[in-house]
């Protein structure tokens, strides 16, 4: 079984910054894609960024240019640097992975963008 601990959500004004980190309880070198998923109050659950364990990335649209994730395999983490945040990327961020077959998801952490 895998637990992912996300942290460093909070609120900040838009045009800000916040660096999520998901850290995991297993090794992650052996975890082919790691994503970040966000939920907003009313809406489904979004893909945000994926990274696999040869580095490539992708991103949604409504994020390129703005969100950058990363994986440290040496501290079990992966990470998501958002910057120019916007209301509109009020959500509760989600650490994902597939670790053997299975799905594991983190409790989530709260970032909030006042205007």
């Known amino acids: 079984q895998v637990q992912l601990v996300e942290s460093g959500g909070g609120l900040v004004q838009a045009g800000g910054s916040l660096r999520l980190s998901c850290a995991a309880s297993?090794?992650?070198?052996?975890?082919?894609?790691m994503s970040w998923y966000r939920q907003a109050p009313g809406k489904q659950r979004e893909l945000v960024a994926t990274?696999?364990?040869?580095?490539?990335?992708n991103s949604a649209d409504s994020v390129k240019g703005r969100f950058t994730i990363s994986r440290d395999n040496a501290k079990r983490s992966v990470y998501l640097q958002m910057n120019t945040l916007k209301p509109e990327d009020t959500a509760v961020y989600y650490c994902y992975a597939i670790y053997e077959t299975w799905a594991y998801w983190g409790q989530g952490t709260q970032v909030t963008v006042s205007s």
């Open positions: 297993v090794s992650i070198s052996g975890i082919n894609v």
């Open positions: 990274i696999t364990s040869g580095g490539r990335t």
